[in-house]
Structure formats: C-alpha cells, structure tokens
C-alpha cells in the first residue's frame, strides 16, 4: 500500500539530498557542508514486552539502529510518545522514557525532548539525528557481485514474541531475544566501516528476505543465502513450525514472488526467513576478502555474527535461497 501512496507524490530531487525515498533506505540523508552530513529517521510501536523500562530500551535501540545501518553516528534524538492519557500511571511512562534515554546515553547522543499524544495503545519510539561523512554514507544500493553478506544478529524476534503475546511463552524464554533487540548495532556498524563495507541495511519488519530484496533490487544485484549458516533463536524455529501470522504472512505475500527457495529448506526455516524483526542485526555486504577479518572482529567486539551468503552477478533484484 505504501509504495502505491507514494508513487502518487511528487518526486524529491535536491542537489544535497544524498538518500531519499527511491531506494527504500533505512534512512534519509541530506549534505550540510563538504564534511558532514546529516541522517535522519523516525520509528515507533507498541509494547512487545511487559517491563516498561526494557519496552523503551528496545524501541530506542531499534530506532537508533537505522543511523547505525547508514554508517552513521547518532547525535540527538526526540521522543514520540502515544499514552493513554489517565489510564497510564506515571511511573509506568517514567519507565519507558528512562529506558529510551539510557539507551541513546549508551549510544553517546542527546534526547532534546520530543511529543505527546493520547491514544488507546501506548506507543514509543524515536526521531534520530546522526552524522556521517557524505562520502562515507552506507546505502542499501552498494552491493556488489562477490561480496560476502555478513548478518549480525540472529531472527525470530517476531515470532517469540507473537507467542508471548498470545500467551503461549513464559517471559523467561524470551530472555535471549530481549538481550538480543536492546543491543546496539553500534559495534557492527564500526567494525563495517573499518572493513571497507558496500552496503547495509538493518533487518526490521520486512524480515531479512524482504531486506534482502530492496537491497538487490537498490544494487542492481542478486544475492545468494545459504539457509543452514542463517542464525536464528532455536525456540523460534520451533514456534516457526507451529504459526504463521501478521506481519510474516504480509512479508510473504509480498517479497516471496521475489525468492526463489530451495526444496530441501524447511517450511519452518522459511517462515524464519520472512519473519518481521524489531531491533534485528545488520545485514552487510563487505567484499569477500575482508569478510574472514571483519568476522574476527566482530566476535572481539561481542557481536555474533555470521557469513549467510554473497552477492550475485545474475538475477539481478531477486533472491537465491538454497539449503
């Protein structure tokens, strides 16, 4: 629905817009002066957790994590907040802006303040300000054919946590994907700079196959995943073999027409593949011969990542997935 919308407006064309709306990037960045460049992105939702405190840290992280995917650093930040009104006690939104704060402390940046509103569903999030050298800026529209795909979080999120809100999880099984989507994409995004990266994206919504094809289709590319290197929680792999909802079954109406699945890949690990993320890793394209070390580096700066795949010279804008 989205892309019909804006196939209706006008196009943007500015001399110093350097990422707008064609390419379906993580955020938008716009040329200031000959050194920097500023990044700029917006993202909120409602509670996927009962902790209040831990619900503001995730939907920080996650906002903050479209500054990291453009090779940014974020500066500054403003608050979006949906409360209902009387019906919210005050230390229960404390919790949430105390948890949002300190994640973007954690992240060196500054919250200004932000906006309110009333509304039936809480809801929070972010308006995030980074900067980044314009030469420097990492798009999802970089990739190039030979480069290795390096993805830096496991998936499920989405799936674990549609069990948890249907009741069908205790909260401590969730524990591992709550570390998970409050951890900063920070030390990924250094390290792929340091490694001379192509392109980036972070995996949200679309789920990595839908990521996956806005960055083959910005590109001009194919891409290749290997479905037994794909890092995902276990428990969502089993959960995965039992439900297919919401946002999953959307992804794959959508982005499915564009992957072209191997047999031998489970139903399950497909559904996985789809799955709508909220704060997921970073998927980078790096060239291959600086994949072994950025690898190595990412383990030494604690982040669990994994080689899922490489960047192809044919079907270009579509998506290879064998097992």
């Not at 064609?22 to 996927?48: K, M």
């Not at 929070?124 to 529209?141: F, I, K, S």
């Not at 030979?146 to 998936?155: F, Q, R």
């Not at 950025?294 to 079907?315: F, I, P, W």
Request: net charge negative.
């Amino acid at each position: 629905m989205l892309d019909e919308i804006l196939k209706k407006l006008p196009k943007i064309a500015h001399p110093d817009l350097l990422v707008g709306l064609n390419t379906a990037d993580d955020a938008g960045v716009f040329r200031i002066s000959a050194d920097v460049a500023l990044i700029q992105t917006v993202d909120f939702f409602p509670p996927i957790v009962d902790d209040p405190y831990v619900y503001g840290q995730i939907a920080a992280a996650n906002a903050l994590s479209d500054v990291y995917a453009m090779g940014g650093r974020p500066i500054t930040a403003l608050n979006i907040c949906a409360f209902p009104g009387d019906e919210m006690d005050v230390d229960t939104a404390s919790a949430i802006l105390r948890g949002g704060q300190d994640k973007v402390t954690e992240a060196g940046a500054v919250i200004l303040g932000g906006h309110t509103l009333d509304d039936d569903e809480p809801k929070y999030g972010l308006a995030v300000t980074g900067v980044v050298h314009p030469d420097r800026v990492a798009t999802n529209a970089g990739a190039r054919p030979g480069d290795a795909l390096i993805l830096t979080k496991p998936l499920g999120t989405g799936l674990i946590f549609d069990a948890y809100m249907d009741e069908e999880l205790p909260e401590a099984a969730t524990q591992p994907a709550v570390e998970a989507m409050r951890r900063l994409n920070a030390a990924a995004a250094e390290q792929m700079a340091a490694h001379g990266a192509h392109a980036c994206t972070d995996i949200t919504g679309f789920g990595l196959m839908g990521h996956a094809c806005e960055m083959a289709a910005a590109s001009g590319v194919g891409l290749r995943f290997y479905a037994g290197r794909v890092p995902y929680f276990d428990l969502a792999l089993r959960i995965a073999g039992k439900r297919q909802v919401g946002g999953l079954w959307r992804n794959r109406l959508t982005f499915e027409p564009h992957v072209r699945m191997a047999e031998a890949v489970s139903e399950a690990l497909r559904r996985l593949l789809f799955d709508p993320q909220t704060s997921g890793g970073l998927l980078i394209s790096v060239p291959s011969g600086a994949a072994d070390v950025l690898l190595q580096d990412l383990k030494a700066a604690d982040v669990d990542a994994a080689q899922v795949g490489e960047v192809v010279a044919d079907h270009p804008g579509e998506i290879e997935v064998v097992a």
